[in-house]
Structures are given as C-alpha cells and as structure tokens.
C-alpha cells in the first residue's frame, strides 16, 4: 500500500471579490512551508467543451506535515497506483542544456504502459512553443499540449480572471512570458527591452508611467534593472487596482549544469520590497496550475504523481493538489537536506533520478 502525505489546510472566506483581493497588499507569510495561494477556481463550461476558469474569493494557507519520506523500492507499484505523471523539467528532465541519463527511456516506457506524461515548468523564459523545441533538440517526443510553462500560466490566469483587453501588461521577465501574453490577445510593454533604459536621476525628475496599466507580470529576467523597478512599483503602487502577478519564486535555477543561479524569486523579491506588496503565484507551488490541468486533462488528482527536485515547489505542489509526490535527487535537493531534521517537506518517496524507473522495475521483476 503506498503511503499518503497528510496536508492540513486552513483556510479562510473573504466575501471581497477576487479583483479587489488581488488588488490588495497581502499579508506575508515567513513561516515555509505556509503560502497563500487560490482556494479553487471555479469552472463554467461552454460550447465546444471550452472551458473558462474563475479565481474564488477564498485564499488559503497551506501547513505540510509528513512522516519522513520512503527510498522508491518498487516502480511498478507507484506506476500502477496513478494515470498521470507531472515532470518538473530543470533538475528532473535536464541540468542547463543537458539532457539528465536515462530519461528518453524512461519516458518510452510509462508512455509504452499507457500513462499520461505532463511537463510542468516555473521557468518562465520560453513559451511552450519554445520549450517544445528544446526537447525536440534533446531528443524527446513531446508535444505543446503536453507542456506547461509559467510563461503560460501567467496568461491563463488572466484569462481566467477576464483581465479585460483594453488594459496593458508591464512584463519584468523575458520572451516566454511575451509570446504567451500575445497569443493570449492581451496589450504588453516591458520585456527584455526595457533592459536597456536607464535613469538619469537629476533634481526634480519624476519617471513617467502608462496609466493602462492594469496587470505587473515578474518572471525571472536575465535583463533585470532598477529602470524596471521603478516602473513596475510605479504601476503597482499608483494604477487603481493594478494586478501583481508573479511566474514563480524559485530561489535558484540551472542555467548551466555547472552551478546554482539567482532564480526569479530574486525579481519578485526586488519588487514585492519595493512595493510592500505580496503577488499572486501562478507557478507552483500555486494551486492554480494543478486545477488547470486536472482540468483540462480530466484527471483526477489522486491518479497523479508529481516528480520534481525541489522540496519547497514541487512536492509542495503536488502535496497541496493532494497528488502523490516523488522527490528525485538529480537537481537542486540533496539527501542530506531531505533528511535533515530542520526539513518539514517531506514526499511520499525519494530516488536518484527518474531513470530508476527502469532498474527498480526490472530487479522487482
């Protein structure tokens, strides 16, 4: 019987509506793993079988508890147990642009045993169109539809919420958040290009900025600079009701396999500082992404495992959407910090890598 991780969720009605709640300054959360994120989107369905989410008024926050987490001793079990496994893909699939041993062929094989393979991503630097050539030039058989970036989920989220198309969206973030805005309808500005504004601070200057604006959208941003600070802070804290959206607050990320890098947290901490400000997490740990695709897929979240590298988003993540986790030690969490007694975020299991798949399986056979 494979073991469940107990979630103890508290949450709290607000009877305000989700555009004034969002517009609100949030109370912060030190305590991790504590995190607000949405209670539920409501679904309406359409013609066509379109589907249109809605944010609830309720917010909540998440307390973890779990016993300590079980080595994976037997692979046909957990893969018998779900229909559907979620990916990370840093640190899980790939280190940079390296493709991590084994993963073609463990791919092939849940395919070959009829599960449905997701690929979730708080990168928000490529669109999924663009992650699907990434995996096309690793060599991996995976279609658009089976990518989730948080590119993407920035622009469903606002669809989700009518963001009305007449309002503007200044993006601190990169292209990947720009083409899924564009391919979503919505009006943006900002971008990899503002990364080369500068300002001159002389007596008296007052920086100028787009009333339009109704939404900040921060993502990680290789061209981050105090220009877009500013106008970001100016949008939040002066436009009536200016959205404040973060992809995600991973601490680090791998831009190579050589070492750690400043991840997008370090953006979204920049502006959340300056505009005394908490934004709204579309990316995991958010709940929003897994109700999306539970969705979407029609899945049902206890027929899902969730396989990431980190302890604080990814099993979070599938913790929160009451998913089995596993914890894969290929990326950014090492045994020792699973193990360490300072470590409340526990999975249900933990393995090397997602190649183990195929020889836990053949020494069970």
């Known amino acids: 019987m494979l073991s469940r991780t107990a979630v ?19 109370p ?30 309720r917010m909540e926050s998440f307390t973890v508890r779990a016993s300590a987490a079980q080595p994976l001793k037997n692979a046909d079990e957990l893969i018998d147990s779900v229909e559907t496994f979620i990916f990370d893909c840093d640190g899980v699939i790939w280190k940079g642009d390296k493709l991590i041993d084994g993963v073609p062929q463990t791919l092939d094989m849940l395919r070959s045993r009829g599960k449905r393979l997701v690929f979730v991503t708080n990168n928000s630097t490529k669109s999924r169109k663009q992650y699907g050539k990434k995996f096309e030039t690793l060599g991996l058989d995976v279609s658009e539809e089976e990518i989730f970036a948080s590119s993407f989920a920035a622009a469903a989220y606002l669809t989700s919420i009518d963001f009305p198309k007449d309002k503007k969206i200044y993006v601190i973030g990169e292209d990947g958040i720009l083409k899924e805005l564009e391919l979503a309808g919505y009006q943006y500005l900002g971008g990899p290009t503002d990364g080369e504004k500068k300002i001159e601070l002389k007596p008296g200057f007052l920086m100028e900025h787009d009333k339009d604006v109704g939404a900040v959208v921060v993502g990680f941003d290789r061209y981050f600079n105090y220009y877009k600070v500013q106008y970001g802070t100016l949008c939040i804290r002066e436009n009536p009701g200016c959205l404040f959206i973060a992809t995600n607050r991973d601490a680090v990320t791998h831009l190579t396999d050589a070492q750690e890098w400043a991840g997008g947290g370090s953006m979204v901490g920049a502006i959340a500082g300056s505009t005394q400000r908490e934004p709204l997490v579309v990316g ?17 979240k206890s027929q899902i495992c969730m396989v990431g590298d980190r302890l604080d988003t990814d099993i979070v993540f599938g913790q929160n959407g009451g998913c089995k986790t596993l914890l894969v030690l290929s990326g950014v969490t090492s045994l020792s910090t699973l193990q360490s007694p300072n470590n409340t975020i526990q999975p249900d299991f933990y393995t090397n890598k997602i190649s183990d798949f195929l020889t836990l399986k053949a020494a069970t056979v």
């Not at 305000?16 to 517009?23: A, D, G, M």
């Not at 995991?284 to 049902?300: C, Q, R, W």
């Open 284 to 300: 995991k740990p958010s709940t929003f992404m897994m109700d999306y695709l539970a969705n979407k897929f029609g899945i049902l």
């Open 28 to 57: 912060n959360s030190t305590a991790f793993p504590r995190f607000l994120g949405l209670k539920k989107l409501l679904i309406t369905s359409t013609k066509c079988n379109t589907k249109k989410f809605r944010s609830s008024s």
């Open 8 to 26: 103890s969720i508290s949450a709290v009605s607000s009877p305000t509506s989700p555009s004034r709640i969002l517009s609100q300054s949030i």
